[in-house]
């Protein structure tokens, strides 16, 4: 199941496109330690591209609605990490 699961979310990763490079951000590669846990819980670490990325927000945004689209998704954590407003977009993000 988590590994079907897995798949479903990288497919709807691929859907989220960073306007800045008009890739997604699969291939970017800024999601790290991309993880499910039980009851559909996932986690994962966002590494913007940039510092002062300054579409971060949107693109993190972007990114945790697409895994909460997901059949099987039950919440998303997302910890950001060399950003230079790690702690403000982590809040925001809590919101969503």
Known sequence: MNQQLMEHIF??????????????VVRMRVIEDLRIEDGGRVKLVL???????????????????????VPGVKDVEVKVK????ADRLEAMLKEI
């Open 11 to 24: 497919q709807a990763l691929t859907q989220v496109i960073d306007p800045s490079t008009g890739l997604d």
């Open 47 to 69: 590494h913007p591209s940039s510092p002062v990325c300054p579409l971060a927000y949107k693109v993190a945004a972007d990114i945790k609605l697409a895994i909460k689209g």
């Open 82 to 85: 060399e950003f230079k407003d």
